[in-house]
C-alpha cells in the first residue's frame, strides 16, 4: 500500500499514454538500474568497508537475492565479517546471499565464480547462515520482509584458517547420465526433462504437491551424483533446465537458504529447491505468477 500520494487534480488528453514498465524475467529495463545502482555506491561503500575492491549484482538476481564481491582478505574470518558488515548497510541489507571472492577475482566472471565454487568449497566451513530484513519483493521467505539469509566464501585461506576439506569430481560418462536419469523418473517422478553443465545437474519435474525437501533427500541419499557433480537444483516442468539465464534467476529468487538448500556432507554435493512452494512446503504465502509478455 505505498507510495502514498495526494491527488489534487486529474487531467487528461484525448488519446492518453501511461508510461510505466512491467518486469519480468531478466534481462530488462530493471537491469540497467541496477548496473547504475552498482556503481553509484561502490565508492560509499568503500567509506565503511575499505576491503571491498569490487562488487557485482548479476541481473538474475534483480538487484536484492544475491551479491558477489571481491575484497582484500587480511585476517582469518574476514570474509565473515564482511558479509555481516555489508548486511548492516542500508538496503545491502535486503540482499539475501552474498558471494566472496578474493580482490584478483572479477565479481562479474561468473563461470570464473563457479570454477571456484566446483574447487574450493567446503559447505561445512565455507557457508554461513544468518536471519535479517528481506526485501518487500521477496516471495519465497516463508513470512515476509524478513528471512535467512547466506554468505558463501570462496576467498582463499590465510594464516590461522582451517584448510578446506576437498570434494573432487569427475564429469559423469554417458552411461552415468543415463543411470542418473532412469533413478530420476522411477524414484523421483514427474520428471519433464534434465540437463548436464559443468559439475551442475539442473531436473525440471512436476512436484505433484511434494515437499521440495523430500525430494532433494531423495537425491542426496542415493548416491549416484557424489563426485559427479557439485551442485543439483530442482525446478518446475515449464522450466527449461538447459537456459542457464532462466534457472539462475529461478535458484535467485525461489530460494530461502534455510529451507530450500540442502548439502550432502560426505561428498560435499550441494541440492537446492528452486520451484515455486506451496503449503506442503511449510509456505502460506501467496506466490506470484510468473509475467510473460506477448507482442
Known amino acids: 500500500m505505498?507510495?502514498?500520494?495526494?491527488?489534487?487534480?486529474?487531467?487528461?488528453?484525448?488519446?492518453?499514454?501511461?508510461?510505466?514498465?512491467?518486469?519480468?524475467?531478466?534481462?530488462?529495463?530493471?537491469?540497467y538500474m541496477a548496473k547504475a545502482t552498482e556503481r553509484i555506491f561502490l565508492p560509499l561503500l568503500r567509506t565503511v568497508l575499505p576491503e571491498i575492491s569490487d562488487y557485482f549484482l548479476p541481473w538474475e538476481?534483480?538487484?536484492?537475492?544475491?551479491t558477489v564481491v571481491s575484497m582484500r582478505k587480511e585476517f582469518p574470518a574476514h570474509a565473515r565479517r564482511l558479509a555481516c558488515g555489508l548486511w548492516g548497510q542500508g538496503q545491502m541489507s535486503f540482499s539475501k546471499a552474498l558471494v566472496l571472492v578474493d580482490s584478483d577475482i572479477d565479481p562479474s566472471n561468473l563461470e570464473k565464480i563457479w570454477r571456484l565454487f566446483i574447487d574450493s568449497f567446503d559447505p561445512s566451513a565455507d557457508a554461513h547462515l544468518s536471519e535479517g530484513v528481506l526485501d518487500a519483493l521477496d516471495h519465497s521467505a516463508p513470512s515476509p520482509l524478513c528471512g535467512s539469509k547466506i554468505a558463501i566464501d570462496l576467498t582463499r585461506r590465510v594464516r590461522g584458517e582451517p584448510e578446506r576439506a576437498r570434494f573432487p569430481i569427475r564429469p559423469p560418462s554417458k552411461a552415468d547420465m543415463e543411470t542418473i536419469e532412469d533413478f530420476a523418473r522411477s524414484q523421483i517422478g514427474?520428471?519433464?526433462?534434465?540437463?548436464?553443465?559443468?559439475?551442475?545437474c539442473a531436473i525440471a519435474l512436476d512436484?505433484?504437491?511434494?515437499?521440495?525437501?523430500?525430494?532433494?533427500?531423495?537425491?542426496?541419499?542415493?548416491?549416484?551424483?557424489?563426485?559427479?557433480?557439485?551442485?543439483?537444483?530442482?525446478?518446475?516442468?515449464?522450466?527449461?533446465?538447459?537456459?542457464?539465464?532462466?534457472?539462475?534467476?529461478?535458484?535467485?529468487?525461489?530460494?530461502?537458504?534455510?529451507?530450500d538448500i540442502l548439502v550432502a556432507s560426505k561428498?560435499?554435493?550441494?541440492?537446492?529447491?528452486?520451484?515455486?512452494?506451496?503449503?506442503?512446503?511449510?509456505?502460506?504465502?501467496?506466490w506470484p505468477q510468473e509475467l510473460t509478455f506477448e507482442c
Do not use: Q
Open 2 to 31: 505505498y507510495p502514498v500520494f495526494h491527488v489534487t487534480a486529474v487531467t487528461r488528453r484525448r488519446n492518453p499514454i501511461y508510461c510505466a514498465t512491467l518486469v519480468g524475467p531478466p534481462p530488462m529495463e530493471d537491469c
Open 207 to 259: 512436484k505433484a504437491g511434494r515437499r521440495g525437501v523430500d525430494i532433494l533427500e531423495k537425491i542426496r541419499d542415493c548416491g549416484l551424483f557424489d563426485g559427479k557433480f557439485r551442485a543439483v537444483a530442482i525446478f518446475d516442468a515449464d522450466v527449461n533446465p538447459a537456459d542457464t539465464s532462466k534457472i539462475l534467476w529461478k535458484i535467485f529468487n525461489n530460494t530461502d537458504p534455510r529451507r
Open 267 to 286: 561428498s560435499g554435493l550441494c541440492l537446492v529447491d528452486a520451484c515455486k512452494k506451496t503449503l506442503a512446503d511449510g509456505h502460506a504465502r501467496e
Open 61 to 66: 538476481g534483480v538487484f536484492h537475492n544475491i
Open 190 to 200: 514427474g520428471i519433464a526433462r534434465a540437463a548436464f553443465k559443468e559439475g551442475f
